[in-house]
């Protein structure tokens, strides 16, 4: 059985895909299933944004393929980890949890990297170009950390 890991932001045309696609170029697709979703509705069906293709491309990355859809309870039953991208996903997502178990699966993602701070992945949709190239460091960072304890099955 694959591990399955789901990635969550607001929009799910941003920081999200963008988390999918570096986290899916760390981990052995035969044994690691990745996906992501959006908390909100407006960008079902979507491609990502043009500026996560373009910062995806700068690191060799295609994530044109993927196509924004919503967040729903059924992802407490299909996912074993659940990353939100910020403490307002966060909130959004525990919100529909119905069990300890749903709730477990919730992590905020830059945890990986700065345990108990709670930080946030910023929302660059409203900024320019550095706010994206920003978001693929941090992301490239905490995808590191969480590929690595998929290896080692210590996540
Ligand atoms: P994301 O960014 O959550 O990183 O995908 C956003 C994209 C679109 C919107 C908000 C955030 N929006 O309001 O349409």
Redesign the pocket.
Known sequence: MKTRVLMV??????????AEGILKSKVDSSKVFVDSA???S??IGSE??SR?IATAKRYDLDITDQR?RQFSKKDFEDFDFIFT??NS?FKDVMSLAETDEDRQKVHLILEEIFPSENVD?P????GGEQGFEN?YQMLNEACEIIAEKLEKGTL
Request: net charge negative.
């Open positions: 932001c607001l929009g799910n045309i941003c920081r999200s895909p963008l959006g908390t909100g407006w960008h990502p944004d996560s924004g991208m910020d996903n992945v929302d660059p949709y409203h978001v």
